[in-house]
């Protein structure tokens, strides 16, 4: 069922002429600009402008990380105090004697009476104790442990574990003032990116006509053919009858087929350039077969006048010409980008740090710090300088290329418009010869039924209307060529288009 509603859908979606019916040039035009391959590809264009547009912001926007660690150490490193203060095993060792002097001192004041009750409150809350009677236990036990007592216990405090988990997670946030440069550039990609797109689709629409043109003076000149195979049939016939009755030899019967068999040849070279004409329109139409059909005229593209001043200041803001302009616009902040990379880089970083052991003096098992820090490079072996240059140098060249674009654009229309007055000069005299040749053919016709015309002049007349027949198309649809290629030239086919539609 699916694929039956899909059969369906390409059905409806398609050329009339892929299911046999006629096509005309705004079909032509329509469906290349839905289904052209290579404007496909240019399209593309835009959605890539962007991305490397977006990617500038990434200088100011802030990065996370987080991070999870199984860590295996080759020891356990710990500290013990008890251990580590000399050959004893208690800190009361070393610091007995200072102990027990002061309490000697002390019992001594209150004995002479030097310390009243208050003193003794003092002193006793500045040593930790709650108040003078704790303060007065302490000092009739002693602080320091009587001879022969055990030390106290004493755990040692681990400083690295021997296996170890850790979880972080980072956070930078850069500040760089190259977002601007970068992302001014990234918007004149944009720019040239669509104005690319709009050449390509004026390249397509060019190249529809051509091809459309092709086929159809091609059908057109088939169809003149046939009426002169048809013309020259009868003048077989008309020369059979005269053989019957003797008024002319064999040999004029024999070059009256020799010449439908010309026509036929020339026919058929015709069709023969038709099908490749069709096949090419094909292409441009994104057709998997060529069109079949007849093909409508050209709706006279002819233009009636040209203001060649007003063309020549419309040639500068062809789509080719103003991609360019955007495209120096973006080399010269990419040049800019590239000096603003000599300066500090400035970012606030953040770290918070998680394990599933305490190590150190305290028993926290979790750190964070946050800060901010920049940094600039004294030497990077002159990677830096040589980008600048680089940089430098595209600025140049597209600064070069939009203005030998702007300067181009004026030579083709002055050439367009040339080949243009040429075409139009040429279309009444190629029709006159039409009309002429028609008059001479009909009065040699007159002539020699009536016997007073020899077959040659019959034959040559023949191939002169045929030739200025042939010559006729050629100039009428060479016109409306020659006025593509104008308005082409000056960045107004797309609007001629549009109107078509």
Not at 145 to 151: K, M, T, W
Request: charged residues 20%.
């Amino acid at each position: 069922m699916r694929r039956h509603l899909a059969l369906i859908a390409a059905l409806i979606t398609l050329p009339a002429t892929a299911l046999g019916g006629d096509l005309d040039l705004d079909g032509a035009i329509s469906s290349a600009l839905d289904r052209n391959p290579d404007l496909r590809v240019a399209v593309e264009q835009i959605p890539q402008a962007k991305a490397s547009r977006d990617k500038a912001f990434a200088f100011i926007q802030p990065s996370a990380s987080l991070g999870l660690q199984y860590r295996i150490n080759d020891r356990e490193i710990s500290f013990d105090p008890a251990a580590d203060f000399g050959d004893s095993s208690d800190l009361g060792d070393t610091f007995g004697a200072i102990y027990g002097n002061l309490g000697l001192i002390y019992g001594n004041m209150f004995e002479n009476g030097l310390l009243d009750a208050q003193d003794c409150a003092d002193i006793a809350d500045v040593n930790g104790f709650e108040d003078c009677a704790e303060l007065t236990e302490a000092m009739s036990d002693g602080f320091v442990a009587d001879e022969g007592d055990d030390p106290p216990a004493s755990e040692p405090t681990v400083i690295q574990q021997k296996e170890q988990f850790f979880l972080s997670a980072d956070v930078t946030w850069p500040l760089s003032p190259r977002v601007v440069s970068m992302a001014r550039a990234g918007t004149h990609q944009i720019d040239a990116a669509r104005a690319s797109v709009a050449q390509a689709r004026e390249q397509v629409i060019q190249g529809v006509v051509q091809a459309y043109a092709a086929a159809y003076q091609a059908q057109e000149a088939a169809t003149v053919l046939d009426s002169q195979i048809e013309l020259a049939e009868a003048h077989i016939a008309d020369t059979e009858a005269l053989l019957t009755v003797g008024l002319v030899a064999e040999d004029a019967v024999l070059r009256a087929r020799v010449q439908v068999a010309r026509l036929q040849l020339t026919r058929r070279s015709i069709q023969s350039q038709g099908s490749s004409a069709r096949r090419a329109l094909g292409m441009m139409m994104g057709m998997d077969a060529p069109p079949v059909g007849t093909l409508a005229p050209l709706h006279d593209a002819a233009v009636s006048s040209v203001d060649l001043e007003q063309a020549r200041t419309d040639a500068l803001h062809r789509p080719d010409i103003a991609a360019a302009q955007s495209q120096a616009a973006a080399a010269q902040e990419m040049a800019v980008d590239s000096i603003l990379q000599f300066l500090p880089t400035f970012a606030v970083s953040g770290n918070w740090s998680w394990s599933d052991s305490a190590s150190g003096f305290d028993d926290n098992q979790s750190s964070w710090w946050i800060g901010i820090g920049a940094s600039v490079d004294l030497w990077d072996g002159g990677i830096k300088v040589h980008s600048a240059r680089e940089a430098a140098s595209r600025r140049r060249q597209a600064a070069a290329q939009r203005d030998s674009l702007a300067a181009r654009a004026q030579t083709e229309v002055l050439d367009a418009h040339d080949r243009w007055l040429e075409a139009v000069d040429a279309l009444p005299v190629a029709e006159a010869e039409r009309e002429l040749a028609a008059e001479t053919y009909r009065l040699v016709q007159v002539r020699y039924a009536a016997g007073g015309a020899k077959q040659i002049e019959v034959l040559d007349a023949g191939g002169a209307l045929q030739q200025a027949e042939l010559d006729y198309l050629q100039r009428r649809v060479g016109l409306d060529l020659r006025s593509v290629e104008l308005m082409a030239a000056t960045g107004q086919l797309r609007q001629w288009a549009s109107g078509l539609q």
